[in-house]
């Protein structure tokens, strides 16, 4: 180390304090109140990640008597057309219910009928999984929650590098990303909950930050782990959500499961079937889009509803721009679109393989939410995963005994700092940087792929990992840490299209289409596409790896 840098200590920490961090910081207090939990959060983890304020439901419940978690195996190995670990996504739903009646009583609202039953939705191919949650303050609760019981939360404070001691992991630099400062942390675990990579495809609209999914996620969990030496996966699970246009807001099932009417640009109707993105997105590439919203004959009661749960528990800034586009849910309908292209864990198969403990291939380091291979977990594998991560973490952390820095790691950390804080003369803002590097992934990485697109997309982040060290501009703090966001943007880039160009057939129509291999072929590639670290960020290597079934 060449300079003093703040130093703090922990049990356990965590890099993310989303959905998956702030609950894994709980459970982490919860199991031995007396260790020391610390979350790095890049924003405040009042207001951070995919919830930002609250959510409409928790898509995997295994409600007792309305489903089972065998159940739900069964149903998500179809919708992930069969690459799927069972034992964690068994570990996932069997717990499920656990977390919802633990949030409930934090006061986290689930709305029952009449009955005093649960509205529990069917959008998974078999069995009703979807339970319907009604709060605004769910990110609150979770985040006052965890400082209750005592957590360190180290709020703007993004993890640039994980620290290791041989094969152990010792903890993480962290940076402010106001001041600059770097704090390094002393770790005997550490739990990755960074999310995914929301800022990947550039969206139409234009906007950097203009996404779907958190826009401060930028695939750091990933290349955390990557640089590690942990195994990757599903990094050829491109994802495309249909959504609102110009917005990206979430609005399908809140209202299709309201009686909402779904038509394609002819008005033919769409919505016999519960909603799927994916067909939606065949059918507007077919040149029958944009598919709308019609709600014109729905009840005022009903149209309240959603209003209610679209402006207040989703996101209030839904309701300006509805008001601005004369949006009026009575009269008219809403146009949705294509997303831009994205790499998520939850929504998707992107992610830190990890068994049904929450453990990576590294010693001491474990995975959780978006950031982690739970398929097709959304809130529910957050949650729950971000409980079991804590918990094995946990034990890890009072089996073994404290672990030193290797200070040459932060030393080669404040070597690269002062090379980017060289950069003040060059010629390209960051921005304009980010801005061509998101555009060629949409042009090159988004569905539909062939193997002449996938060389481009290798040869264009080859050069721009040239030019982030000899083009871009760095003036300030902010420069800083954009500059880390964006040498992640391109690794992520990287290793989709390494994992893409192997996967030789297609499969998740539309999410891997390979117009080359346009045919599912599972007697070859029913299996996973690991990628790991070779001797430089840019060496990935390459392994098959079979899907793991229960009881193997
Ligand atoms: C718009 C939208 C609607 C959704 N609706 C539903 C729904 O209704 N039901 C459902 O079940 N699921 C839903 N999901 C999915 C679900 O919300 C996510 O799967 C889940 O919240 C992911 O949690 P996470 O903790 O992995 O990520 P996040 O909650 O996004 O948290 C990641 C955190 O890591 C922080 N971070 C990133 N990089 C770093 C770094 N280097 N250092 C420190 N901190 C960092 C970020 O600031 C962020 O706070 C939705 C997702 C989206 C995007």
Request: charged share 30%; glycine share 8%; aromatic share 8%.
């Amino acid at each position: 180390m060449k300079e003093e840098h703040s130093l703090i200590e922990a049990d356990v920490l965590i890099i993310g304090g989303g959905s998956a961090g702030a609950m894994a910081a709980i459970r982490a207090k919860e199991v031995n109140p007396d260790q020391k939990v610390v979350v790095f959060e890049k924003g405040n983890m009042k207001y951070s990640g995919c919830i930002a304020r609250g959510m409409d439901a928790m898509n995997i419940v295994a409600v007792p008597d309305v489903s089972t978690a065998e159940l739900y195996v069964e149903s998500n190995s179809i919708a992930c057309d069969g690459i799927m670990d069972e034992p964690v996504n068994y570990r996932m739903a069997e717990r499920s219910y656990g977390v919802m009646k633990k949030l409930e009583s934090w006061n986290v609202c689930f709305p029952k009928d009449e009955k005093d039953e649960y509205e529990v939705l069917k959008i998974h191919p078999k069995g009703r999984f979807c339970v319907t949650m009604k709060e605004p303050e769910l990110k609150t609760i979770l985040s006052e929650k965890a400082a209750a019981l005592g957590v360190q939360v180290v709020n703007r404070t993004m993890a640039v590098r994980l620290l290791k001691n041989q094969n152990r992991i010792a903890g993480a630099i962290g940076m402010n990303v106001r001041t600059g400062e770097l704090m390094i942390c002393r770790a005997k675990t550490v739990i990755l909950s960074s999310g995914g990579t929301a800022r990947f495809g550039l969206p139409d609209n234009g906007h950097l930050y203009g996404v779907y999914d958190f826009p401060g996620n930028t695939g750091d969990g990933y290349c955390l782990a990557y640089r590690a030496g942990a195994e990757l996966s599903g990094f050829e699970y491109t994802l495309v959500y249909y959504i609102t246009k110009d917005i990206n807001a979430p609005l399908l099932y809140i209202t299709l499961t309201r009686g909402a009417k779904l038509l394609n640009a002819f008005g033919e109707r769409r919505d016999q079937d519960h909603p799927n993105p994916a067909k939606m997105l065949l059918e507007h590439a077919e040149g029958k889009g944009p598919i709308r919203i019609r709600m014109d004959h729905l009840s005022e009661e009903k149209i309240k509803e959603i209003e209610d749960i679209l402006f207040t528990t989703e996101r209030p800034a839904c309701e300006r721009f509805h008001a601005g586009r004369d949006n009026d849910f009575r009269k008219g309908e809403i146009e949705m679109w294509p997303t831009e292209v994205y790499l998520c864990g939850g929504h998707g198969l992107t992610g830190v393989r990890v068994n049904e403990n929450a453990e990576t291939s590294v010693p001491g380091l474990y995975a959780a939410g978006d950031t982690s291979l739970v398929a097709r977990g959304h809130l529910s594998g957050a949650l729950v995963i971000g409980e079991v991560a804590a918990e094995y973490a946990s034990e890890f952390a009072a089996e073994n005994g404290e672990v030193s820095i290797n200070e040459k790691q932060v030393a080669d950390f404040e070597d690269e700092l002062e090379a980017c804080l060289a950069q003040k003369n060059n010629p390209v803002s960051i921005e304009e940087f980010e801005y061509k590097v998101r555009r060629m992934i949409g042009d090159y990485l988004k569905p539909p792929k062939n193997e002449y697109k996938l060389d481009r997309a290798l040869w264009w982040m080859d050069r721009f990992r040239k030019e982030l060290k000899t083009m871009v501009r760095v003036c300030d703090v902010h420069d800083l840490f954009k500059y880390f966001e964006v040498e992640n943007i391109i690794q992520s880039a990287t290793m989709c299209a390494i994992a893409s160009k192997e996967r030789k057939e297609s499969r998740w129509m539309p999410w891997h289409y390979r117009t080359d291999f346009p045919e599912k072929n599972d007697a070859e590639w029913k299996k996973h596409i690991v990628l790991t670290c070779g001797d430089s960020l840019e060496d990935v290597k390459v392994s098959h790896k079979p899907i793991i079934k229960m009881g193997n």
